[in-house]
């Protein structure tokens, strides 16, 4: 049990990463340093946010490698959950 699930991805601008998800979550895109950041505490940038309602989609905004993170806002658990993406 985690309290947040993280992948790696190099993902190209425009592309849509996609997350199907059984509970409400914090659904991130984070480039390396911010996600760095994340998990030492510090503030930190991302693009996505809340969701309660899925499947959920976060559009990449520039080419590189980034970390989608589904975060339990501070909770630990299992769910059910299956994180793709759709190449632009």
């Known amino acids: 049990m985690t309290d947040f699930l993280h992948q790696r991805r190099n993902l190209s601008q425009g592309d849509t990463v ?3 998800c059984d509970t409400q ?16 505490g510090r ?22 490698y980034w970390n989608v993170v589904v975060d339990l806002g501070g909770y630990s658990g299992t769910i059910r959950h299956s994180i793709r993406h759709i190449s632009n």
Do not use: K, Q, W
């Open 25 to 40: 979550c914090n659904f991130m895109l984070l480039d390396d340093n911010n996600f760095y950041h994340y998990r030492n």
């Open 43 to 64: 503030g930190f940038e991302y693009f996505g946010g809340s969701f309660e309602y899925f499947p959920a989609s976060i559009t990449v905004p520039r080419t590189t």
């Open 18 to 20: 996609i997350l199907d």
